[in-house]
């Protein structure tokens, strides 16, 4: 190992993450690809000198330790009440993944490229890996709903191991015979061989996830940069605990782990998220680079064109195949099992454990000089095609998140979270208050823990795409700048609030916000059940199940002619109040935001009647 070559090596890294992260934004170039890109340059000798393989062991270690790391990184986002929803789906997807890729995959690579089965199975079981690498930043860079968000996230980072393991097993599986392994290895292949990983990493991870945790409560004071530490300090010991134990379990310990603290309330968690980004940034950067810079290029235009051939059936068929298979009784809709089998991206552990199964299998398979390659040209086209298209498929299929964000997780907050959960309404609730936050989870609800008046908070919980925004927090000041930042930095175009102090409302109005004060609000009400006894009267004559309610107008859907809207059928508007002023409407009256409408009708039919004029259900 020469000390050259690891200068050499860094110096890259740093110059490729650091242009990569600045072009990639400013380019709409996916970042991994640019830094396939660089990594593929500097690996020509006679361009730039730098042999990889003269980093020896540090290479390998290198390698190991940022794939874990950034595991551990997209792990941390996973939420298990987001999981609720979807979980079977993400199970099916990373066990028929396991099976149904790995299968696939070898008949393709078998009948296209005329590879025998031992190398073409283990090209299968490479590319079953999707991998937080690649989907983190793309979902950072487009805007979907949290149901496909979610199931991407939570495959890429679950299937990870597994996929890792079963590779590594299949590569045993060919390079040695069972009675040439090592006595550890003989005792418990296969299934015990696979269990014993499995089990180490759970348990590792849960121990050392809930001491984490437990350091945090304890420490009086504990600062953001220093829960940073801690937590990434711990990780790394995770991994080397339990390879130390047996050698592939790291990753289980990883996935393991970061569940744990990302479920629990770890304080500074916002100022950790964002250092938690930086070192991930430099992480793929050390990781892609290098795996790039390994790559003999010639290899990669040896198999043109049938290589391109494999990698076009996998994703255009393979994929599908498997998404079908996994949400056949699920209630994904068309438009969102479409979106997931068009976008999965195979990220960087596909590539390492290629670099390892290329190095062992050399010179005792044929075509395993083409293994890398092949799986090289699966992540870069993936990645290079796949993320340039699905903003725009998001788009076209209308799966872009159309959720309701509620800032302040309070007694009115969680009120309206309730009513319009219970509508079917998708929501995501904003607190500062991490312990409440957590409280906020375990019922089963999204929440992001941060400022509501902040951008970056509002950006977060994904206001820029949200049908409406709530601003429900006790203070005026909050909900004033909360409401400033939505309208003029985000563009959100429906901003409603909380105004507690009556005075307040003309300033909230000023800013385009709709004002709710809660004291007019509960006065006028009062007053209505006093002075209008004659609606009641009105009921009492009529059948047992009609009733009258009166609803704020609060969707833009719903701002047409009240005979336009079938939701209305079998009501009857006898009354609209339009800011200080009300009258009595007909069919062709145009609602508008803002309004407050009395409507007689039956329970069921109020029911509707009430989504679609305030959620937008209708």
Not at 101 to 116: C, P, R, S, Y
Not at 425 to 438: D, F, G, R, Y
């Amino acid at each position: 190992m020469e000390i050259e070559s690891i200068l050499k090596a860094a110096g890259f890294i740093a110059i490729a993450a650091a242009f990569a992260n600045i072009l990639g934004p400013r380019l709409k170039i996916p970042i991994p690809l640019l830094l396939l890109g660089f990594g593929l340059l500097i690996g020509l000798d006679d361009t730039w000198g730098l042999d990889v393989h003269k980093l020896g062991d540090i290479f390998e270690v290198l390698i190991v330790l940022a794939v874990g790391l950034i595991v551990f990184e997209g792990g941390l986002a996973i939420r298990f009440s987001s999981l609720r929803n979807v979980g079977p789906i993400v199970r099916n997807l990373v066990l028929l993944g396991l099976l149904v890729t790995t299968i696939f995959a070898m008949f393709v690579a078998n009948i296209v490229l005329g590879w025998e089965i031992r190398i073409a199975i283990i090209f299968g079981a490479l590319i079953t890996v999707t991998g937080p690498s690649v989907i983190t930043p793309l979902l950072r860079s487009i805007k979907v709903n949290d149901r496909i968000r979610t199931v991407l996230s939570s495959e890429g980072v679950i299937i990870d191991p597994f996929g890792a393991l079963l590779a590594l097993v299949l590569i045993q599986v060919v390079v040695t015979d069972v009675v040439e392994v090592d006595q550890e290895v003989r005792n418990l292949w296969p299934v015990g061989f696979i269990a014993s990983r499995i089990v180490i990493g759970l348990v590792v991870g849960l121990i050392v996830g809930g001491f984490t945790y437990f350091v945090t409560r304890v420490v009086p004071n504990i600062k953001g940069r220093e829960v940073l530490l801690l937590v990434i300090g711990t990780a790394v010991a995770a991994f080397a605990i339990s390879e130390n134990f047996a050698s592939d379990s790291g990753l289980f310990a990883m996935v393991v782990m970061s569940l744990v603290v990302g479920n629990t309330a770890i304080p500074h968690r916002e100022a950790f998220n964002e250092g938690q980004e930086s070192i991930s940034a430099w992480l793929v950067a050390i990781v892609y680079v290098l795996l790039a810079a390994s790559i003999d290029i010639d290899s990669i235009a040896d198999l043109w064109p049938r290589g391109f051939i494999v990698v076009a059936i996998v994703v255009l068929v393979g994929r599908p195949l498997l998404v079908s298979l996994a949400t056949l009784r699920s209630d994904l809709g068309f438009r969102e099992r479409f979106f997931l089998a068009f976008v999965a991206p195979r990220g960087i552990v596909a590539a390492s454990l290629a670099t390892v199964a290329a190095s062992q299998l050399s010179g005792r398979l044929e075509h395993a000089d083409q293994l890398a390659a092949l799986v090289f040209l699966v992540v870069a086209l993936t990645i290079g095609i796949q993320s340039v298209y699905a903003g725009l498929l998001a788009r076209i299929l209308k799966v872009h998140p159309m959720s309701i964000v509620i800032a302040g997780a309070g007694e009115v907050g969680l009120r309206a979270a309730s009513i319009l959960k219970a509508a079917g309404e998708p929501i995501v609730l904003i607190e500062s208050n991490e312990q409440v936050a957590t409280t906020v989870e375990e019922a089963g609800y999204t929440v992001v823990v941060g400022d509501a008046s902040e951008a970056r908070t509002l950006r977060s919980a994904g206001v820029e795409d949200a049908k409406a925004l709530l601003i429900a927090t006790p203070h005026d000041p909050v909900n004033l700048l909360a409401a400033q930042v939505a309208r003029s930095q985000l563009d959100c175009a429906n901003v409603y609030v909380r105004v507690n102090d009556p005075k307040n409302v003309e300033v909230f109005q000023e800013i385009g916000a709709i004002p709710i004060s809660q004291t007019e609000a509960v006065a006028t009400e009062l007053a209505y059940m006093v002075t209008d006894p004659g609606i009641f009267d009105v009921l009492a004559q009529v059948e047992e199940d009609v009733t009258v309610i009166r609803v704020a107008v609060t969707d833009i859907n719903a701002q047409r002619s009240i005979s336009a809207n079938p939701a209305l059928i079998g009501t009857l508007i006898v009354l609209v109040t339009r800011g200080q002023s009300s009258f009595i409407p007909n069919g062709s009256t145009e609602l508008r935001i803002g309004d407050v409408v009395t409507i007689f009708g039956k329970h069921n039919e109020l029911a509707s009647a009430r989504v679609a004029l305030s959620t937008g259900a209708g």
